[in-house]
T-cell receptor, first 121, second 115 residues
Framework: GAVVSQHPSRVICKSGTSVKIECRSL??????MFWYRQFPKQSLMLMATSNEGSKATYEQGVEKDKFLINHASLTLSTLTVTSAHPEDSSFYIC?????????????????FGPGTRLTVL | AQKITQTQPGMFVQEKEAVTLDCTYD???????LFWYKQPSSGEMIFLIYQGSYDEQNATEGRYSLNFQKARKSANLVISASQLGDSAMYFC????????????FGTGTSLTVIP
């Protein structure tokens, strides 16, 4: 099956630093990737939709200047948390759509990465 | 407005028994998809089962089946013959064309299988 990787899996940083998280589709090209944030014991909340070669679309309430998204190629999207603060500590999950896999009815199948746990001290 | 509602924050089931996890949804679109994901403590999201709005038969995948009641807008997950490894968070999700093809997740149900 299609595989999506995330790097790093876990990161601890000091307040004020920037952290970059990579999301890669390993065996397919993903024109669209999604970034989610999940706080402990809560649901996944969509942060932004990342389209290759264009600007990301951010959900309401998500600061685009704080959460920089770059989808430079069909296999890589990056999320940079700029000037991280303790309240940014969370589990960040990406997902990628595989337009070649129409197995899930008319919807492109979406594959999730293993997540990145960010802790800001 | 909340699109996906999971009313059971936590559920317990005896090993080898069946359990039903509830999910209701809200959409005015006719074309949509319903998904169930399992999230173990490690964090990865594992796809379990899918039901399309036009599918007439309930979806089944091994021990997982989806009890789809379109008029009631419910898509309950049934896990048969529960195993200890089924202990995890379970999320119901929906995609519809009105929302630009993105996922909306419910708040999840924590399932604990008791030996």
């Amino acid at each position: 099956g299609a595989v999506v990787s995330q790097h790093p899996s876990r990161v601890i940083c000091k307040s004020g630093t920037s952290v970059k998280i990579e999301c890669r589709s390993l065996d397919f090209q993903a024109t669209t990737m999604f970034w989610y944030r999940q706080f402990p014991k809560q649901s996944l909340m969509l942060m932004a939709t990342s389209n290759e070669g264009s600007k990301a679309t951010y959900e309401q309430g998500v600061e685009k200047d704080k959460f920089l998204i770059n989808h430079a190629s069909l296999t890589l999207s990056t999320l940079t948390v700029t000037s991280a603060h303790p309240e940014d500590s969370s589990f960040y999950i990406c997902s990628a759509e595989n337009p070649q896999r129409g197995a899930v009815s008319s919807y492109n199948e979406q594959f999730f990465g293993p997540g990145t746990r960010l802790t800001v001290l | 407005a909340q699109k996906i509602t999971q009313t059971q924050p936590g559920m317990f089931v005896q090993e080898k028994e069946a359990v039903t996890l509830d999910c209701t949804y809200d959409t005015s679109d006719q074309s949509y998809g319903l998904f169930w994901y399992k999230q173990p403590s490690s964090g990865e999201m594992i796809f379990l089962i899918y039901q399309g709005s036009y599918d007439e038969q309930n979806a089944t995948e091994g021990r997982y089946s989806l009890n789809f009641q379109k008029a009631r807008k419910s898509a309950n997950l049934v896990i048969s013959a529960s195993q200890l490894g089924d202990s995890a968070m379970y999320f119901c999700a929906m995609r519809d064309w009105n929302t630009g093809n993105q996922f909306y997740f419910g708040t999840g149900t924590s399932l604990t299988v008791i030996p």
